[in-house]
């Protein structure tokens, strides 16, 4: 069965720093591109970040460009998601998600559960 | 960036009725490359529907999606309890790819 977990999301002061983390198993971790996609409370879904199967290309929304960086281990199968220079509205629900091919730019068929991240003095 | 518009922004059925959800585009949508998710109340999203015609593995074939260019539709033909959420579109034929802002399918 595929699973993603995430953690490391928690309470945080504006301008401070996070590392999300994503544990996957159940499938090749290195043969799929994977993407972070938040939600704001009440909000709709936007894509964040993804990165290719090798980790050898990255991408970014430019809300966060500049900020996050996004990088993968594949001998944990595990992804992360560095966060500088945070600012209240990154406050959200962060999804890791699988994407279907090596490249991000597909659809994503699994997704983790979330975790939350809040920024706020 | 390719700006997705979701129509209506509630939609109030009863089970057994049929959904028609629209999913509008700025732009063209390169080679159909939209998917449909669907999101209850504190549960991550779920992939329906890709390629913008396509069912994701175990999708039940009362859903079913449609469309190309700049319009998109996804249809439940006869609402089940379990089908009241959330459902939004999404584009990855151009980056940065782009979600709808998702239509609200709640109980009459």
Redesign the interface.
């Known amino acids: 069965e595929v699973q993603l977990v995430e953690s490391g999301g928690g309470l945080v002061q504006p301008g401070g720093s996070l590392r999300l983390s994503c544990a996957a198993s159940g499938f090749i971790f290195s043969s799929r591109a994977m993407s972070w996609v938040r939600q704001a409370p009440g909000k709709g879904l936007e894509w964040v970040s993804g990165i290719s199967g090798s980790g050898d290309s990255t991408y970014y929304a430019d809300s966060v460009k500049g900020r996050f960086t996004i990088s993968r281990d594949n001998s944990k199968n595990t992804l992360y998601l560095q966060m500088n220079s945070l600012r209240a509205d990154d406050t959200a629900v962060y999804y890791c998600a699988k994407v279907v091919e090596p490249h991000y730019d597909f659809w994503m068929d699994v997704w983790g559960q979330g975790t939350t991240v809040t920024v706020s003095s | 960036e390719i700006v997705l518009t979701q129509s209506p922004g509630t939609l109030s059925l009863s089970p057994g009725q049929r959904a028609t959800l629209s999913c509008r585009a700025s732009q063209t949508v390169t080679y159909r490359?939209l998917?449909w998710?669907q999101q209850k109340p504190g549960?991550?999203?779920?992939?329906l529907i890709?390629?913008a015609s396509s069912r994701?593995?175990g999708i039940p074939d009362r859903f079913s999606g449609s469309g190309s260019g700049t319009d998109f539709t996804l249809t439940i033909s006869r609402l089940e309890p379990e089908d009241f959420a959330v459902y939004?579109c999404?584009q990855?034929g151009s980056?940065?790819?782009?979600?709808?802002?998702?239509t609200k399918l709640e109980i009459k």
Do not use: D, E, V
């Open positions: 490359y998917a998710y549960q991550a999203p779920r992939l890709y390629g994701a593995t939004f999404q990855y980056s940065p790819q782009t979600f709808g802002q998702g």
